[in-house]
């Protein structure tokens, strides 16, 4: 979910901000989709033809938690000749302006060079991570040891360190494991197969993106953020509109808005000092809970998570206890854009994923940071460290969370002298965030600009097809 949002959201900016047409291909992990990805699906505004190429063969196997890496690849691989096919379909009846695809989906550049059209990667995670993907291939060559073993952090130009336990968990495998070669792999993709990148962030939250200050050979890096959902998604609208008017009946800045993403999930020891953590802060709060997941922290993600009713995993009395100042909803998608829009909302408890986190920049929301996998830890330490947007929870390592100690980093963000800095920081960001998608902001400036070189070569290619005819 947080990488079919953004690019929906950038076909949708294509279309409306720049006239060029767009078609949005997306490759399911499993079959049938999800109920979030087709609750996406029926958001896509108009202008934008949604493709949905069929899952791999194999769907139990691959959804196995082990095997994402295979899993991704699968999908991939047998995606490309679809996405060929549907390409030549297009350029048949109108010039293609660009082939722009997932940080995965290096694969699919055969396909923009059989069609003579520029090749671009959307890269929907922040530059940090980006700049590591691009300095891992030097990075790995010169270190001896493992990435878990090594003393010093990594440092890269304008990022903040990256200490060894907020690496991505596909850098603390042994470096001679499959997972670690696809890795380094997708890394070397993203350095040396696009014509260029795009990056889901802005210069003023990041200053140093497409910085290559040490020598390292970039493409070119072109921040287009924060693209983020724009229209109401939901399978349950009663219950959206439920959430919203228990919202409308709090104070300003008075609600605990807690939310793992579509993917993340705790342990059921964990979630229960999650829920009397936010009992013993006594503050009010609306929790999008998903059922506890013993194996991995990204249960929902893969499909392992079994629905079940929150009483079920929930201390005893804590529901009836909480009845006046919490709402626990119980679905696969909340409304989050419009729950951190809202007034009443004063903090967002997150688990770091990007789109996450620039939703709460974007609305001002400051944030309580609790990653849980893949590079959350990185963006984690980025926004409480570089941006002041965040305070980051105990979570190091997996230890379990007290009640005391969630209750204690809530004050932080909801009371007192820290809690004033973060939201007047907070609110230079939104008005930044704003202002870089504004008419003549940083992003819809470097969009236009990046559409107008689209244009040019596909009307040149356009005039030399008329030549030959």
């Not at 990805?37 to 202008?47: I, M, R």
């Not at 550049?109 to 090749?119: S, T």
């Not at 590079?375 to 230890?399: F, L, P, S, T």
């Amino acid at each position: 979910m947080g990488h079919l949002i953004p690019f929906a959201e950038l076909a949708r900016r294509l279309v409306a901000d720049h006239g060029l047409a767009a078609t949005l291909l997306f490759a399911a992990a499993r079959s049938p989709p999800s109920e979030q990805y087709l609750a996406v699906a029926a958001s896509v505004p108009e202008g934008v033809d949604l493709v949905a190429l069929p899952a791999p063969e194999a769907p139990d196997e691959l959804l196995a938690p082990a095997s994402v890496r295979d899993r991704v690849a699968r999908a991939v691989a047998s995606s490309v000749p679809l996405v060929r096919d549907i390409a030549r379909s297009v350029a048949a009846t109108v010039p293609l302006a660009a082939l722009v695809v997932d940080m995965v989906g290096a694969p699919a550049r055969v396909v923009a060079e059989e069609l003579g059209a520029p090749f671009y990667m959307f890269f929907t995670s922040p530059w940090m991570l980006l700049s590591l993907f691009l300095h891992l291939p030097a990075i790995d060559a010169t270190r001896a040891s493992e990435h878990r073993d090594a003393a010093e952090p990594i440092r890269l130009p304008g990022c903040v360190p990256i200490h060894t336990h907020d690496l991505p968990g596909s850098m603390l495998v042994d470096r001679s494991s499959e997972t670690y070669a696809s890795f380094v792999a997708m890394a070397k993709g993203a350095g040396t197969t696009p014509d260029g990148i795009l990056v889901n962030t802005f210069p003023e939250l990041e200053p140093a993106v497409g910085n290559a200050a040490d020598g390292v050979k970039l493409p070119p890096v072109h921040a287009v953020g924060p693209l983020l959902l724009t229209r109401p998604i939901s399978n349950s609208m009663d219950q959206d509109h439920y959430c919203l008017n228990w919202l409308d009946q709090q104070p300003r800045g008075s609600v605990v808005y807690v939310s793992f993403g579509s993917g993340g999930t705790l342990t059921w020891q964990q979630t229960t000092q999650l829920a009397l953590g936010l009992e013993l802060s006594q503050h009010r709060f609306v929790w999008a809970i998903k059922r506890p997941d013993q194996e991995t922290p990204s249960g929902a993600f893969f499909g392992t998570s079994r629905h079940g009713a929150a009483p079920e995993f929930l201390p005893d009395g804590f529901m009836e206890r909480t009845a006046v100042v919490g709402l626990v909803l119980q679905q696969p998608w909340s409304p989050q854009a419009a729950i951190l829009g809202h007034a009443s909302v004063g903090c967002f408890v997150t688990h770091c994923g990007w789109n996450s986190m620039l939703e709460g920049v974007f609305h001002g929301v400051p944030m309580v940071a609790w990653p849980l996998y893949a590079e959350q830890k990185m963006n984690a330490a980025m926004m409480e460290a570089h941006a002041g947007a965040a305070i980051r929870a105990n979570v190091r390592d997996g230890r379990l969370v007290s009640k005391e100690e969630v209750a204690a980093v809530i004050r932080r963000v909801m009371e007192g002298d820290e809690a004033d800095r973060m939201r007047k920081r907070l609110g230079e960001l939104r008005d930044k965030a704003t202002h870089a998608l504004s008419k003549d902001g940083s992003s819809t400036c470097t969009l236009a600009q990046l559409t107008r070189r689209w244009k040019s070569t596909a009307d040149s290619k356009s005039m030399e097809l008329d030549v030959n005819c």
